[in-house]
């Protein structure tokens, strides 16, 4: 079983900055592909950026690309999203996910560890 807390969410003005944290715990966290999320008010859960439990496949949402960074410390059980010129329709809660599937799975479906989120306020 994997359990994971994200942080580092905050208020941000456009064009500026974060770096998210997801702390994770279980001893098969090095096997798990993990993901980043984000969902906005009265909008669907969406994809971000996943990484495989290899660290050599990466995916990202069309809409963050070249903007966001993904990647993982499995030493320390950590996943991370640095996260650079951010726009106001980035605002929303992120939550970091883990999969057992191979690869860098895009879809909420194939992930069954998730955590609370943490909220990314990005204003203008």
């Known amino acids: 079983q994997v359990q994971l807390v994200e942080s580092g969410g905050g208020l941000v003005q456009a064009g500026g900055s974060l770096r998210l944290s997801c702390a994770a715990t279980?001893?098969?966290?090095?096997?798990?592909?993990m993901a980043w999320f984000r969902q906005a008010p009265g909008k669907e859960r969406e994809f971000v950026a996943a990484?495989?439990?290899?660290?050599?496949?990466?995916a990202y949402a069309d809409s963050v690309k070249g903007r966001f960074t993904i990647s993982r410390d499995t030493a320390k059980k950590m996943v991370y999203l640095q996260m650079s010129t951010l726009k106001p329709e980035d605002t929303a809660i992120y939550l970091c996910?883990?999969?057992?599937?191979?690869?860098?799975?895009?879809?909420?479906?194939?992930?069954?560890?998730w955590g609370q989120g943490t909220q990314v306020t990005v204003s203008s």
């Open positions: 990484v495989s439990w290899t660290g050599r496949a990466i």
């Open positions: 279980g001893r098969t966290f090095s096997t798990y592909a």
């Open positions: 996910a883990a999969s057992s599937s191979a690869g860098a799975p895009m879809y909420g479906y194939e992930y069954t560890y």
